[in-house]
């Protein structure tokens, strides 16, 4: 069964700690991405990677974090210093095929800041 | 940063119609792709169409585009209960792979 699979679907936190939320696809897409959703809005990216070992900051980088040590894994830290961490968090990946970027997309992990 | 906007934010209609929503984007594009989100879930992706290409057809989904006016239309033919989602659309650039997404447009079908 390929996929993207996020976990866990619901997270709370207490306000001032950090938070991983992880994202692991076995599609042996080369990039992967994380966004935010606030309610009915759209998506705003966070960071995104094209290559093991290398991420770029997206539109919404500041307090968070991520590491891309592993083709099928893109954790995503959701730090202190993220000032309205409460969202859901949508994770991506694609295959860059000819110039078509589509993305294939995970459930989403709905994070809860108190 | 937003580059497209669906118009309208809302949409209901009777079962068995036909649903169109709209996306404006402000800068050239590659490409110009669709995507349904269901309450709570992921995207799923719909459709895409080339910067050269005017019209697209898969199933009940017909989209077209205009780069002239930089915008796009999906059009929903015989709409089922099962199309309640909110529709996203998103552009790539030349040589990018970042999608930048739209606000959504929200729809709703009434059984």
């Known amino acids: 069964d390929g996929g993207i699979t996020q976990s866990p679907k619901y997270l709370f936190r207490k306000e001032g700690q950090n938070v991983t939320l992880s994202c692991e696809q076995n599609?042996?897409?080369?990039?992967m991405y994380w966004y935010r959703q606030d309610p009915g809005q759209g998506l705003r990216l966070i960071y995104y990677s094209q290559i093991v070992n290398d991420f770029q900051k997206g539109d919404i980088a500041e307090g968070y974090s991520v590491s891309r040590e592993k083709k099928e894994s893109f954790p995503l830290t959701v730090t202190s210093a993220q000032k309205n961490p409460t969202a859901f968090y949508l994770c991506?990946?694609?295959?860059?095929?000819?110039?078509?970027?589509?993305?294939?997309f995970g459930p989403g992990t709905r994070l809860t800041v108190t | 940063s937003q580059q497209g906007e669906e118009d309208p934010q809302a949409l209901s209609i009777q079962e068995g119609e036909n649903a169109t929503m709209n996306c404006s984007y402000k800068t050239s594009i590659n490409n110009l792709q669709w995507y349904r989100q269901n309450s709570g879930r992921g995207l799923v992706h719909l459709i895409l169409i080339r910067s050269n290409e005017r019209e697209k057809h898969s199933g009940r989904l017909r989209v077209t585009l205009d780069t002239s006016k930089k915008s796009s239309s999906l059009l929903i033919t015989a709409s089922r209960a099962a199309d309640t989602a909110s529709y996203f659309c998103?552009?790539?650039?030349?040589?990018?792979?970042?999608?930048?997404f739209g606000t959504g447009t929200r729809l709703t079908i009434i059984p």
């Open positions: 599609l042996n897409h080369d990039a």
């Open positions: 998103a552009t790539d650039n030349f040589g990018n792979e970042k999608l930048t």
């Open positions: 991506a990946s694609s295959i860059v095929q000819g110039t078509s970027y589509e993305q294939y």
